[in-house]
């Protein structure tokens, strides 16, 4: 993931919206192309979050 998109999800437990992604330098592609290949997880329209990220909270959650 692009460091200016990290850090962004600092906090938030590593969510980003797809304009985030954009603006990261993202093309709409690359997004689809990620999702697409399971590196990251669309959890809404405009919502995403890196796999790995989401895998880590729920490892969290059931500690």
Do not use: C, N, Q
């Not at 999800?9 to 709409?28: D, I, K, M, N, S």
């Not at 959890?43 to 895998?55: F, N, W």
């Amino acid at each position: 993931m692009h460091p200016a998109l990290r850090a962004r999800t600092e906090g938030r437990y590593g969510l980003f919206t797809t304009a985030e992604a954009v603006a990261a330098g993202y093309a709409h592609s690359a997004i689809r192309d990620l999702t697409g290949s399971g590196r990251w997880v669309r959890l809404r329209r405009g919502v995403l979050v890196a796999a790995a990220d989401l895998e880590r909270a729920g490892r969290r959650r059931a500690g």
